[in-house]
């Protein structure tokens, strides 16, 4: 059996000792961990944490460009202020103290990867992890460590948190050559590897960093930003498909992350949200290629849209002028056992977002106690994918693309149809090995989904 893959936040302080004994017991569970270069750690890959000594060192010149790091007063890229908005805070005035709270934000440089003595400092890293048995990186914001020459000003179509292809924040041509040196490193490690987050949108460029020598695998949002429409699932799939065969590389699929809504509440919410969630993720295991989950989705959580104002977290409230809420919705912690908050989560009730007293229902402890549950409905689905030799195969056949089904087969033998209409569709000829809602009268009924053999 393949050993189990565990995507870790954020990676630990170098100087933290109980990390080897973090990935030590990982391995023995025979959990692999793969690493997230992101969020507030000493080290990054494009914003640097104010407080570690390189970054101090770097900052010891308070300007809008030092040898470093871009620091920013009203942004991250300036000639002189500059007019291109941060990802994090829009205008972000002039410098403060660094001593600070992290969270203001206001304080934290974007790295300037032309600096070799960056690159230096992130190969440390990178080698102090690998040393200790991680198994590859997720590098967070792939397409984003390369800025443009001359730091041009940004355009007035520019948005906070979009990824425009056009956007001159990302996907500069250089950023190619960091993902090269980044992949030199990996590949000393026996089976290691590195993917990346790339929300770029336009297939060629998108696929660039997928060359033999830059990235294993990178992130393909496309399902998060569709509906539960079979027009649009046939299309996001074939887009997707053709995007990594322009250089050979591995598909890969998932339908929520941090950023998103969460499937649950996208697809309408309640029950039939669920009922559509479960078939969507029945549809993705069924391609071929790397598939991605987000904790989360296996207990069917949808989004709290609830949260108390005073407890929002991303800087998008703040940012907006309280206008737009941000991403907290989809953020919220698991539930993992008991009947109140914080479900097991923490023995702290003070969790960074408040659990809905509603997940009761749904802890990992309720649900592995339900045959009929979400989770026990996605163990059985990841078990099929894993043991039946009818998901073999590199690619798919699609067998009706027309009106509300979607059915494909996989050259392992493997038929997937999914039914997004209103009433029910008749499946094709094979024995049922498994459906996301009871059949009905022999037919895929609405939201659901069916694998045969």
């Known amino acids: 059996m393949k050993r189990a893959k565990l995507s870790i936040g954020a990676i630990a302080s170098q ?16 959990v692999q961990t793969i690493a997230s270069v992101a ?11 104010p407080r570690h000594p390189v970054r101090l060192t770097l900052a010891s010149r308070l300007g809008n460009k030092i040898d470093g790091a871009w620091w920013p007063r009203t942004g991250l890229m300036s000639r ?37 003595e960056v690159f230096d400092d992130f190969e440390a890293s990178l080698r102090f992890w690998l040393d200790r048995g991680v198994d590859g990186f997720r590098i967070d914001v792939a397409h984003g460590m390369a800025k443009p020459p001359g730091l041009p000003d940004a355009t007035e179509s520019v948005k906070v948190l979009s990824h425009s292809d056009d956007d001159p924040r990302f996907n500069n041509p250089s950023v190619h050559d960091i993902h090269r040196k980044i992949r030199k490193i990996v590949d000393e490690y026996s089976g290691a590897v590195t993917i990346g987050e ?21 992130f393909n949002f496309r399902l998060t930003k569709i509906d539960f429409d079979a027009g649009q699932i046939h299309d996001a799939i074939e887009n997707s498909l053709a995007a990594t065969a322009i250089y050979d590389a ?42 991605f989950i987000y904790n989360g989705e296996e207990l069917g959580l949808p989004d709290v849209l609830d949260l108390p104002e005073e407890v929002l977290q991303d800087p998008t409230w703040e940012r907006s002028g309280h206008t737009e809420r941000g991403r907290d919705k989809c953020r919220v912690p ?32 309720k649900q592995e106690a339900q045959q009929d549950s979400t989770l026990a409905f996605f163990r059985h689905a990841i078990k099929l994918r894993h043991t039946r030799v009818e998901f073999d195969g590199p690619d798919l056949e699609w067998l009706d693309t027309s009106g509300d089904s979607v059915i ?45 053999v």
Not at 81 to 94: A, I, N, Y
Not at 267 to 289: C, K, S, T
Not at 435 to 452: E, N, Q, T, V, Y
Request: aromatic letters at 8%.
């Open 15 to 30: 100087q933290n000792p109980s990390s080897d004994v973090s990935v030590g017991s990982l391995e023995k569970r025979r």
């Open 39 to 49: 969020g507030p750690t000493p080290r990054l890959t494009n914003m640097g944490w």
């Open 80 to 116: 002189e202020l500059t007019e291109l908005v941060s990802v994090l805070d829009v205008r972000l005035g002039q410098v403060v103290d660094i001593n600070v709270n992290w969270s203001a934000l206001q304080r934290q440089p974007d790295l300037n990867w032309d600096n070799p």
């Open 198 to 218: 790339v929300w770029v949108m336009d297939n060629l460029l998108w696929a660039e960093y997928l060359r033999p020598d830059e990235l294993h695998l990178g």
């Open 250 to 291: 591995v598909p890969t699929w998932t339908l929520s992350n941090h950023d998103v809504d969460r499937e649950v509440t996208r697809y309408g919410g309640g029950e039939i949200g669920v009922r559509r969630a479960r078939a969507m993720v029945m549809a993705m295991l069924a391609l071929p290629g790397t598939v």
């Open 334 to 365: 698991i539930p993992w056992s008991g009947d109140t908050p914080p479900f097991g989560f923490s023995a702290n009730p003070d969790t960074w977002l408040p659990m809905p007293a509603e997940w009761s229902a749904l802890t990992v402890e």
């Open 408 to 452: 494909f087969r996989r050259p392992g033998g493997l038929v997937c149809a999914l039914n997004s209409g209103d009433g029910p569709i008749p499946l094709p000829s094979g024995e049922l090995i498994l459906s996301s809602a009871p059949l009905d009268d022999g037919k895929l009924p609405p939201d659901a989904a069916a694998w045969l």
